[in-house]
């Protein structure tokens, strides 16, 4: 398979990446960044405080109602964007670098070097990553910092054999063999050559593992070993929301703010991998 | 390989369970006892905890070999017998999942090919979008309280209603049990029960197939064979059924490994919230009481399962491509 | 090679197909005629592009659905062209049967050659799938396929390439059809095998009175089988007749642009004789006569008047600045 460079054009987008879904997806996950990065500004209330009556159905002045500490519930979702969002990003683009360095240095070095790594990836690719992610964050303790870390460690082996893949099949390829034959170093070779044309696969895929990651944070904090109440971890509110069948907001608001950005990533990383795909047939 | 991988997996089960900063201990014989040596002692004996962590893991590697995963600090009861009295519950989920995703994804993909980019085509796309978008969790809390609580079309979480005691054991599947049994009302309760969070379990598959049968259908729609069908005079119907989608269908085999880790990730929350008794909600409580024996019990079952689930899907691909089978 | 006699069993009337695709319309086919009569060998000759295939796909409904089809085809009195489902259905297969050029990619990889013949005696016939697989058996003794009781259970890609050709005659035989239409059949297939099926067709010719339309771009092949030749010039026959006659006195600047081309042990010339120029874009239409821009004898008027099919002796030739008369091909 093909592999091609991020173009670098300057001024007008090309027409291959100006598709709704493309659009449409970066649109909503931009709104949502506005959000983690300006809410306490303009926020209806606070998240951690009490106003009004317990468990109000939603109204003009709660718009998505209270929860069973009469909190806000609108103002909860959108704060637990800083909680959730963020982290997300964090833990990919964590596990993209430790998994594009180990993976790139496994497929240009091989040998020996290449198989210890790669069994490593193999194990920990075979061990099912809920059960590795529960694992990990149960014995660091709850706490989004461990839950994060245990993500990090479920998430880089993919990526360190998306990179393997698309070193090894990059790496024969002439523009490489003559900058090896011209004495170039390795790690020159890998920064300036391999790596960039390597990338595009890994970014698509990255896209689309946010909404994945995302996911986890949630289920994880819904099992109680990620974020602590009181926070508005979108996961922890659904397991507040889960005593309530019929106060239904609870549960259901975080869930819709999961579902805009995960449907908006999904949009993105499909869209993204159509367009790339176009290019590389061209 | 497999050997290899299994024992790896054994390894970091059994490393994670010694990276917990909290005293195991501290449970097991409760914090006022946590000075009494003798009790601390008898205790650490009596769990294996005793011993430098190398000797611990080799003891835990022999004891495993001997089919002794440990007992578990929770239940009390060993591992393997918790696991193997769960084991029926998850695979009845796990079963009903695999066939409502399985045959309503290929149904669906096949539908969706056949009348591209018309409603029916968007329609199915948004479905197996939404799908793979929605945490799974969150779907069956919606379910249960859309469905059970508001329009008591379906029954509440559990296996079984309150107070019902499970039929005589032959499969430990408890609808395939009451069928046995000659329970019919109990078996179609028990159905009724397994709808929802199998079709929950069942979504994200149901998305994943849909797509590759219906990518692999369109595929399939240009090449020669197909002119050929039409040539004889078959029905379009039929030339659907009877030769593009017996060469679509097969690309979906290759996911089956994989959606099987994907459905044993969802399990884990599905049977938590519909309190279903099986290996996903005995992670969850071994994960939250820090149970590590169970812990890694689980975690070796689930990597076991994995390896397990990719070998069969190899066998199947050879078996239904022709061009592998007699290679 | 018997003489065609009666009315035609397949008679093309100003058949225009265009394909749509993306920046406009490909002529494909534009306003042919063409006439097959029972029992007759006719060989449809035309390089690629030509349109020869579309020319049968239309007849028969089998072109995708991004193409528009005018015209007239009539099958036995019947008109094809818009004709309903159920009535295209039945012929093909039933009365028309048709072979295709790749036999690895136009047999199903999934399924045995015995339940793809059968699949082709049940559409039309109500046998028993036993009675079918054991006609798919008798089917494939017809066209020479040794050991056929047991190659019915094998699969396509178990078998080799003149193998996999005799399948698809055997398919296409199943129902006892009045036509069959060979789309290149020998073309992916090496020379000695090529022999071998043009074997198989001439005996089932001979036999049975078969009908056959031959599409190729191979001269040689149709020396070998046709009766009678139509030669086919961006979309459109430039020359029809018996294959004697056009051979030997072509009349066309094209057809005998064509046999002169071809490479001859009788004369060794040191070099070959291509017709210099390109075939014409059928995205852009040409004006008047496709041909005129290749021709040595063209004239003003051929530019801006396309030419019809006249009767020249016993043949019919698209040209307006006949007579010029030429021999043995030159």
């Given at each position: 398979m093909t592999s091609t460079t991020i173009g670098r054009k300057r001024g007008r987008i090309a027409p291959e990446f100006r598709r709704p879904a493309i659009i449409g997806g970066a649109a909503v996950a931009a709104a949502w960044l506005i959000v983690v990065l300006t809410v306490s500004w303009w926020a209806p209330y606070k998240p951690l405080e009490s106003v009004g009556r317990?468990?109000?159905?939603?109204?003009?002045?709660?718009w998505l109602g209270t929860d069973a500490l009469s909190r806000d519930v609108f103002t909860r979702v959108l704060y637990g964007a800083r909680q959730t969002l963020p982290i997300s990003v964090a833990v990919i683009v964590c596990a993209v670098t430790i998994g594009s360095i180990v993976g790139s240095i496994a497929g240009y070095v091989g040998g020996w070097l290449d198989t210890v790594l790669m069994r490593i990836v193999d194990v920990t690719v075979a061990f099912p990553p809920i059960f590795l992610a529960m694992a990990v964050a149960a014995a660091l303790g709850p706490g989004l910092r461990n839950a994060f870390i245990a993500m990090v460690i479920v998430w880089w082996p993919i990526y360190a054999r998306l990179l393997r893949g698309q070193v090894l099949s990059i790496k024969h390829r002439d523009h490489i063999q003559a900058a090896v034959s011209i004495g170039a170093k390795p790690s020159r070779i890998l920064r300036k050559h391999v790596i960039p044309l390597s990338f595009t696969p890994a970014l698509i895929n990255a896209t689309l593992d946010l909404g994945q990651v995302v996911i986890l944070t949630a289920t994880l904090s819904f099992l109680g070993l990620g974020a602590k109440p009181p926070s508005p971890e979108w996961g922890a509110m659904i397991t507040d929301g889960a005593k309530y069948f019929y106060q239904w907001w609870v549960a259901v608001a975080p869930g819709l703010a999961i579902l805009t950005i995960g449907l908006a990533l999904n949009f993105l990383g499909d869209g993204l991998r159509d367009a790339f795909d176009v290019r590389a047939r061209r | 390989m497999m050997p290899f991988l299994l024992l790896g997996i054994v390894t970091i089960a059994f490393g994670i369970s010694r990276?917990?900063?909290?005293?195991?201990l501290a449970s097991i014989v409760g914090e006022r006892q946590l000075n009494n040596e003798v009790v601390v002692d008898a205790a650490k004996a009596r769990w294996g905890l005793n011993g430098s962590i190398p000797e611990q893991y080799v003891k835990y590697l022999k004891n495993m070999s001997n089919g002794d995963l440990g007992t578990s600090f929770r239940t009390r009861q060993s591992v393997v017998t918790d696991l193997r009295e769960r084991l029926p519950a998850t695979l009845e989920l796990g079963v009903g999942a695999l066939l409502i995703g399985g045959i309503g994804g290929v149904a669906l993909g096949a539908i969706a090919a056949s009348r591209k980019d018309r409603a029916i085509d968007h329609g199915a796309r948004l479905f197996s979008l939404l799908g793979s978008s929605l945490p799974v969790f969150w779907i069956g809390l919606v379910f249960l309280s859309i469905l059970y609580a508001r329009l008591g079309w379906f029954p509440g979480p559990g296996r079984l209603p309150p107070r019902t005691l499970p039929p005589p054991r032959f499969t430990g599947f408890y609808s395939v049990d009451a069928l046995i049994d000659g329970d019919f009302s109990l078996f179609k309760e028990c159905l009724k029960r397994l709808a929802m969070p199998c079709f929950v379990l069942g979504w994200a598959y149901m998305g994943s197939i849909s797509r590759l049968v219906r990518a692999a259908m369109l595929d399939e729609l240009h090449a020669d064979y197909v002119r050929t069908a039409r040539a004889k005079g078959l029905k379009e119907r039929t030339v659907l059924r009877a030769h593009v989608l017996r060469n679509a269908w097969l690309p979906t085999l290759t996911i089956l490994g994989f959606s099987f880790a994907q459905l044993l990730t969802a399990s884990v929350l599905t049977e938590t919230i519909f309190q279903w008794n099986g290996i996903g909600s005995y992670a969850v409580q071994a994960a939250q009481t820090l149970d590590y024996p169970a812990v890694a019990g689980v975690s070796l079952f689930g990597g076991l399962a994995f390896l397990l689930a990719n070998l069969v899907t190899d066998v199947l691909y050879a078996v239904a491509d022709p061009k592998i089978r007699l290679s | 090679m018997s003489e065609p006699k009666g009315e035609p069993l397949l008679e093309v009337r100003g058949l225009d197909v265009r394909f749509h695709v993306s920046g406009g319309s490909v002529?494909?086919?534009?306003g042919l005629d063409l006439s097959v009569h029972r029992g007759e060998v006719a060989a449809v000759v035309g390089e690629s592009g030509s349109g020869k295939s579309a020319t049968m796909l239309a007849a028969l409904g089998?072109?995708?659905?991004n193409a528009s089809v005018q015209g007239s085809v009539r099958f036995d009195g019947v008109e094809m062209i818009g004709a309903p489902g159920s009535v295209l259905r039945g012929v093909r297969g039933g009365r028309i049967g048709m072979i295709f050029q790749d036999p690895m990619t136009s047999l199903n990889p999934v399924l045995t050659i015995g339940r793809q013949i059968a699949e082709a005696v049940i559409t039309h016939q109500k046998v028993s799938p036993k009675q079918a697989e054991a006609k798919a058996v008798e089917l494939l003794e017809t066209v020479t396929m040794p050991d056929a009781k047991n190659r019915v259970r094998a699969f396509p890609h178990e078998l080799s390439g003149g193998m996999r050709q005799r399948v698809m005659i055997a398919m296409a035989l199943a129902n006892d059809p009045d036509i069959l239409i060979a789309d290149e059949p020998t073309t992916a297939l090496d020379v000695t095998i090529q022999a071998q099926i043009l074997q198989v067709l001439r005996t089932l010719q001979v036999e049975r009175g078969l009908t056959i339309v031959l599409i190729t771009h191979d001269l040689g092949v149709v020396a070998g089988l046709a009766d009678t030749v139509h030669v086919m010039y961006a979309g459109t026959v430039v020359e029809a007749g018996p294959v004697v006659d056009v051979f030997h006195r072509a009349n066309h600047p094209y057809t005998a642009g064509l046999l002169a081309s071809l490479p001859r042990l009788d004369r060794p010339e040191r070099e070959l004789v291509p017709i210099g120029g390109m075939p014409p874009s059928l995205r852009n239409e040409p004006a008047g006569c496709a041909f005129a821009p290749r021709c040595r004898h063209a004239v003003e008027s051929c530019t801006v008047h396309a030419p019809k099919l006249q009767s020249v002796g016993a043949l019919r030739v698209a040209c307006?600045?006949?007579?010029f008369g030429t021999q043995d091909g030159r």
């Open positions: 317990r468990l109000d159905s939603p109204s003009w002045s709660h | 990276l917990i900063p909290a005293n195991p | 002529h494909a086919v534009r089998l072109l995708d659905p307006d600045v006949l007579p």
